[in-house]
């Protein structure tokens, strides 16, 4: 079936500090690729997407992700973290059931990332 | 722009009673999603819409059911509200056509207690 894994529930960085979340997939075909971000008691912002084209994408706040097909992952990255990054992550997968019906938008259960200072 | 619009932000039901939360966008979308959103569990979708008319079944559909009367509207109904369906509810749009897809689009959410 098809499904979206993060495997870290909860990631602890040093302010300035490099960051990396996973991403994988279990599809047999490219899915459309998003994460999202959301702060505590907030709503849901999109960081970035992934549709075709050029595997390495650029998103707001400074963050970046790249598609690797070999591995069906999508992981997001930012080179320095600052303290107002410090929410939930979520990578979310949009693709069509293999057995037919319309695309459906499916979610990871999330990252928590704690920003130290 | 309003985008997403759900109502009400919070509700408390008692067990049994049933409720529908209302869900409308304004951006002419075609896709249009349920989800719950329970601590550790990430977003669960509950039943989606690809167009007015039609739905099908997520994740966890029991307990709730749909209608997608119209391209703008989706609500959700529980017929007999049950403590485990205390949660958050997210309501999403998103248009999805060969070669215009785009992103989901979130509403504020309706945090649900029941007691």
């Known amino acids: 079936a098809q499904s979206v894994t993060q495997p870290d529930i909860h990631i602890t960085v040093s302010e300035g500090a490099s960051l990396e979340l996973r991403c994988n997939y279990s599809y047999g075909a490219t899915p459309y690729l998003f994460w999202y971000v959301q702060s505590p008691g907030q709503g849901l912002q999109l960081l970035l997407k992934y549709f075709s084209g050029d595997t390495l994408v650029q998103g707001i706040k400074g963050f970046e992700a790249e598609f690797k097909r070999s591995q069906s992952s999508f992981n997001l990255r930012k080179p320095s973290v600052h303290w107002s990054d410090a929410a939930e992550y979520f990578c979310?997968?949009?693709?069509?059931?293999?057995?037919?019906?319309?695309?459906?938008?499916?979610f990871g259960k999330g990252t928590k990332l704690t920003v130290n200072p | 722009n309003a985008g997403v619009t759900q109502t009400p932000k919070f509700q408390v039901l008692k067990t049994g009673q049933s409720m529908t939360l209302q869900c409308a966008q304004d951006?002419?979308?075609?896709?249009m999603y349920w989800y719950r959103q329970d601590p550790g569990m990430g977003l669960r979708l509950i039943y989606y819409?690809?167009?007015?008319?039609?739905?099908d079944k997520g994740e966890v559909p029991n307990g709730y059911n749909v209608s997608r009367l119209n391209k703008r509207e989706f609500s959700l109904r529980l017929e007999s509200a049950a403590p485990s369906q205390t949660s958050v509810y997210f309501c999403?749009?998103?248009?999805?056509?060969?070669?215009?897809?785009?992103?989901?689009?979130f509403g504020q959410g309706t945090r649900l207690t029941v007691v």
């Open positions: 999403a749009s998103r248009k999805v056509r060969r070669g215009l897809n785009t992103e989901a689009f």
């Open positions: 819409s690809a167009s007015e008319g039609t739905t």
């Open positions: 979310a997968v949009g693709f069509k059931p293999p057995q037919g019906g319309s695309e459906k938008l499916v």
């Open positions: 951006m002419n979308h075609n896709s």
